[in-house]
Structures are given as C-alpha cells and as structure tokens.
C-alpha cells in the first residue's frame, strides 16, 4: 500500500524511541507545552501534521524576497520524502540527525522523512557549530547548511551521507569537503518545491533531479520545473542555469541579482567564483547605483580590513572588476545562516 501522511513506519523512532500518532501526539504536546525553543517548533509542527488538514502552511526563508505565507499539500511532502528516499538510497531503520530548525522547510522535511521512511531520528538544537553537540555516534544520513558543514568539519566523519542546502557552498569550502570520504551532496531546492528536488557531488558541476521531476528554461535561460507530485503548474523560477538535458542542469546564478553596468550584464555568482580561491573570509559581489554606468561592481568583505592578493582579480574580464572594495565587520544574515545582501549594505549606508 502507498504510504499517506496519516501513515507511521514502524521503524521510525526519535531519540531512540518508536511512537504510534497517540505517543507521538503526548510527545509533541510536551515539547510545546515544556521543551526548549527547538523542541516546541518541532512540537508545532509535529501537531500540525497529525491535524485533521491535509495541508500545511509555512513561511518562506525571505533570502530572495519578502518572506511569505504558502500552504503545501501534506501528501506532497510524503512524495517529496519518498523521492529523497529513493534517490540517497535510504532505508527503514537507518540513522538520521535533524539538527535543522523545524520552522523551516529543511528541518520539516527530516521529520516527515523519519514518519515516511522509517528513520531513527536523533535531535539535536539547530547550532551553526555542531562539534560541542555531537556524541561520537555515527549516522547514515544528515541534512546541513553551509554553515554548519563548515564549523563542523573534524566532525563530519560520523556521517556516511551528507547533504548541503539553504545557500550554494563556496568553492573553498567545496575543496575541504572533497577531502572527506563520505557521500557529501549539494541540493538545490526552495520552500515552494517542498525542499530540494536536485543534488550533485560535492566535486561535480552538475545538479541531478530526483526522480519524476523534468526541467526546461525560459527566455531568460532561467530553469523552469515540471514537478507533479508537488503542483499541477509549472514552477518557474529566478535561477540561470545550463540546461544538460531535461534532467541535468548547472546553476548559474540568480536572475535578480544581474548587475546591469554600462549596458554589459554581469552574473555575480560567476565573478564570486573567479575569485573565491584567492579569498578565506566570506564575502559577496552586487552591484550598487551609479551615476555614469547605472550600476557598479563592488566587492563586500567580512571582517578586518586586510591586503587582498594581487592575484585576485587576474581572472576577472575588465567591466568585472569591482570598482569599490568595502569591509564589514560582521555581515547580516537571515535566521538559516545566509547572507542577507540588503540588510548588509544598508549597515552601511549603501
């Protein structure tokens, strides 16, 4: 029989324990009545998925745009967590950290994941630095944003599959994952298509989708996605990319932060990955008004003012070169870890 969202596995456990929907009702009702800050999201959203609806409403992240409201069919979302099932290969029974807000679509996900598939789901608070949190227990599967995959490096060996989203990771911290031995993925995915429906390797270029979703693109080359489990229409979105073939694409960058200088268009995640090697701070490229070309490239650093490397912009084509350098000592960032561009360059008055 196909699983529905009112289906337990009888494998699935948290913390160790099995709970049938009566158990895990008591469990989610003492977390929102008693438990940490973490422990009542999960609560919520735990009492959520056993209502009567068999729909869901939750907010979007807000990285892009103004966070909004969007209402997801529960029965979605189990087809969402039987596609990741099925494409990372995972088994009832396996062993599986959240460690993810449950606010959000990602840590929402890990537990319908865990009710689905049968998972033993450990949890533990969403820190950005897992390492004074971790037991030495060793896991099958874990869900991470950049972030945390990147202050949690020395630990991430106590995990067999390892998969990064919320933010596209950085060719440094790529270069240090590639070093591993573990199964490390990047997704790519968004609220609206109920978390991700595309991954690749850590050491690949190319973004894979999951199975029964296709892809197309628009006269904006941006990618356009044909996911039926999730919606009858299709879903387009601001991402360029590079059409492989209808299920292969490579991300290019985000239509809406073209910088449009002197009448040359320029993708700013391209220059940010010419010059990500040269750089072990993060930092961002954007474009801010000017009087002369309407837009001007500027370089946004965090940090300490330090000397950049005279090889820095030795890649770069002349109308990428930024035209402004600034320092920030500390960038703004939205509740799952990315940066915030808007919010960073208005701490300075841009």
């Not at 909004?68 to 009832?92: E, G, N, R």
């Not at 959000?104 to 537990?111: D, F, N, V």
């Not at 300490?304 to 820095?312: D, G, H, N, R, V």
């Amino acid at each position: 029989m196909f699983p529905t969202f009112q289906n337990f596995h009888d494998s699935f456990k948290i913390n160790g324990i099995h709970f049938d929907k009566t158990s895990l009702f008591d469990l989610a009702y003492s977390y929102v009545k008693e438990g940490l800050d973490y422990e009542k999201e999960i609560g919520v959203f735990i009492l959520d998925w056993l209502d009567a609806s068999d729909t869901i409403q939750l907010k979007t992240s807000g990285t892009t745009g103004n966070p909004k409201t969007i209402t997801l069919s529960k029965q979605a979302m189990v087809h969402s967590a039987l596609a990741t099932a099925d494409y990372f290969k995972l088994q009832p029974g396996n062993k599986a950290l959240l460690c993810l807000p449950a606010r959000y679509i990602a840590g929402k996900m890990m537990l319908v994941r865990a009710f689905i598939i049968g998972l033993e789901l450990d949890i533990l608070p969403s820190s950005s630095n897992l390492e004074a949190l971790l037991s030495e227990k060793t896991y099958d599967f874990v869900a991470l944003v950049p972030l945390q995959a990147e202050n949690s490096i020395d630990k991430l060996h106590q995990f067999k599959k390892i998969i990064i989203g919320g933010a596209s990771v950085s060719n440094e911290l790529s270069l240090k994952l590639q070093n591993l031995n573990n199964e490390i993925y990047e997704t790519y995915g968004m609220t609206e298509t109920i978390s991700h429906i595309a991954a690749k390797r850590i050491d690949s270029e190319t973004f894979t989708v999951l199975p029964n979703v296709t892809l197309a693109s628009d006269d904006r080359d941006c990618l356009v996605l044909n996911v039926p489990f999730i919606s009858e229409a299709l879903i387009t979105t601001n991402d360029i990319v590079e059409l492989v073939n209808n299920s292969k694409f490579k991300w290019i960058g985000r239509y809406d932060s073209i910088i449009n200088s002197g009448g040359i268009k320029l993708v700013p995640e391209q220059i940010e990955a010419k010059i990500a090697k040269h750089l072990t701070v993060p930092f961002f490229i954007t474009g801010i008004p000017d009087a002369l070309l309407g837009q001007k490239v500027i370089l946004v650093l965090e940090g300490a003012e330090i000397e950049l490397p005279k090889a820095l912009f030795e890649k770069l084509d002349k109308y990428e070169i930024p035209k402004d350098i600034f320092f920030i000592p500390q960038f703004e960032r939205t509740a799952t870890a990315k940066i915030n561009i808007k919010k960073t360059l208005l701490s300075i008055g841009l």
